[in-house]
Nanobody, 122 residues
Framework: QVQLVESGGGLAQPGGSLRLSCAAS????????MGWFRQAPGKQRELVAS???????NYALSVKGRFAISRDNAKNTVYLYMNSLKPDDTAVYYC????????????????WGQGTQVTVSS
């Protein structure tokens, strides 16, 4: 299995910045795509950003131009750089990783972190 541990959440002022980190550990052959999701009170969980092993990325329209996702494949870690934060960014942010259990296994498995709270308020 893959365990994902997020860090870096907290309180930020509007217009401020935070960096989220997510480190993967456990037993796996290869991690494929990684991403960040968020869920605000009373709302559905939504994809914020994702990144593939070749470092190609996708962003939600609401964060494009403000957030940046990156990954360090050697450290099995994904980052989310959050800039120009808005109160609407307040949510629990969850790390996600898709992974293969071993060589020759074609089925992807998804794991989730426990979530880290991000609060944007003056």
């Amino acid at each position: 299995q893959v365990q994902l541990v997020e860090s870096g959440g907290g309180l930020a002022q509007p217009g401020g910045s935070l960096r989220l980190s997510c480190a993967a550990s456990g037993t796996f052959f290869r991690i494929d795509a990684m991403g960040w999701f968020r869920q605000a009170p009373g709302k559905q969980r939504e994809l914020v950003a994702s990144i593939r092993p070749d470092r190609s990325t996708n962003y939600a329209l609401s964060v494009k131009g403000r957030f940046a996702i990156s990954r360090d494949n050697a450290k099995n870690t994904v980052y989310l750089y959050m800039n120009s934060l808005k109160p609407d960014d307040t949510a629990v942010y969850y790390c996600n990783a898709d992974w293969y259990a071993g060589p020759g296994m074609s089925s992807l498995i998804s794991s989730w972190g426990q979530g880290t709270q991000v609060t944007v308020s003056s």
